[in-house]
């Protein structure tokens, strides 16, 4: 069955450096990938869409990959911060959803 | 309003009491989405509208849950004769397009918090 899959449940960085998030996909080919964050006891909030015939998509600090030969979304978080610890939910163009990973930036 | 607003937002319910959850979406959204979350997981899919029409809805675990758009903006998710393994939280989603051209992503609401007793 198609599934998305979210390699990490958790991940602790230090402030500064860069959070590397990872997403891969089975069993179909997405035209579209998503990532959302969400925060304790908050819906998730949309942050980038990436389609298959771009590779790398930017917004501020975010940065997202897709690679349809490894069937794979990278999300980077650059110069991170501890106002970026939430949980990073990754989901497919028909809005099924990884089990999410958790980041914690620590000062 | 500006956002998907859900209500209610926390919903104690005796086992065996039948629940509805609302979810009022953002106006003008054609697709609109339910998720059950469970605490440390990833929103599941529930079923999925386009307008009034209910065009998935593989995700309901049971047929003690119902979830109807009939004029094809708010949105009622029903729940029978709730169970322990009901409790959860319940996400609502909505987007101004459908899933085949998706640009801006979706717009959630802040969840229905549901524990049965």
């Known amino acids: 069955s198609q599934k998305i899959e979210q390699n990490s449940e958790a991940l602790n960085i230090q402030e500064g450096k860069t959070a590397t998030l990872t997403c891969n996909y089975t069993n179909y080919s997405p035209a579209y990938l998503q990532w959302y964050r969400q925060d304790p006891g908050r819906g998730p909030v949309f942050l980038l869409l990436i389609r298959e015939n771009e590779k790398e998509k930017r917004k501020e600090r975010l940065k997202v990959t897709f690679d349809t030969t490894l069937k794979q979304s990278l999300f980077h978080i650059t110069a991170s911060q501890p106002a970026d610890s939430a949980t990073y939910l990754c989901a497919g163009y028909d809005m099924r959803f990884g089990a999410g990973t958790r980041l914690t930036v620590k000062p | 309003g500006a956002g998907v607003s859900q209500s209610p937002r926390y919903k104690v319910a005796k086992r065996g009491q039948d629940v509805a959850l609302r979810c009022d979406p953002i106006?003008?959204?054609?697709?609109l989405f339910w998720y059950q979350q469970a605490l440390g997981q990833g929103p599941e899919f529930l079923t999925y509208?386009?307008?009034?029409?209910?065009?998935?809805k593989s995700g309901l675990p049971s047929d003690r849950f119902f979830a109807e758009r009939p004029e094809g903006s708010v949105s009622t998710l029903k729940i029978q004769r709730t169970q322990q393994e009901d409790s959860a939280v319940y996400l609502c989603?909505?987007?101004?397009?459908?899933?085949?051209?998706?640009?801006?992503?979706?717009?959630f609401g802040s969840g229905t918090r549901l524990t049965v007793v």
């Open positions: 106006s003008g959204h054609v697709s």
């Open positions: 989603a909505s987007s101004p397009s459908g899933t085949g051209g998706l640009y801006y992503g979706y717009t």
């Open positions: 509208f386009q307008n009034e029409a209910q065009l998935d």
